[in-house]
């Protein structure tokens, strides 16, 4: 399995977008001490989150050759769907590759979270409820 690894003509690449669920933030090796090295984001758990995370596996049971995974922690509903028209669009539309090619997984999170354009650059933002009493 390939991951992260560039599109190929006529090989079975798996695209998955989504939130830190998809990334797979929360998968961390069980020899991996937390509390002398801190939440494993970096390099130090990588290779054991890219095996475990639902888009490899989901690859591994479709046979296909290469998983790219484009989960980004804390990524909300808008970019995701921007990022999807995007590939979509540049990748099958523009016919640099067939459709044959990809299965495309969508990993939506909470629509609370929202992006919005602030100081030239878009910002995620989760909006949450207040109760007054």
């Known amino acids: ?3 992260q690894g560039p599109i190929k003509e006529n090989q079975k690449t798996l695209i998955a977008y989504g939130d830190s669920w998809t990334f797979g933030a929360e998968l961390i090796e069980p020899d991996y001490d937390l509390e ?8 130090t758990n990588l290779q054991f989150r890219l095996d475990n995370v639902f888009p490899t596996l989901l ?4 046979n296909y050759e290469n998983c790219i995974n484009y989960g980004v ?4 509903n808008d970019s995701i769907f ?3 028209i995007h590939f979509v669009y540049e990748n ?3 016919g640099k590759h067939s459709v044959n090619d990809f299965f495309i997984t969508i990993g939506f999170t909470t629509p609370l979270r929202k992006d919005f354009f602030i100081d030239g650059k ?3 933002i ?3 409820a207040q109760y007054n009493d």
């Open 122 to 124: 878009i910002t995620p």
């Open 92 to 94: 099958i539309i523009s």
């Open 73 to 76: 922690c804390g990524g909300g």
């Open 36 to 43: 002398k090295n801190g939440y494993p984001l970096d390099a």
């Open 126 to 128: 989760t909006l949450t």
């Open 59 to 62: 690859a591994q049971k479709l």
């Open 1 to 3: 399995m390939i991951h």
């Open 82 to 84: 921007q990022k999807v």
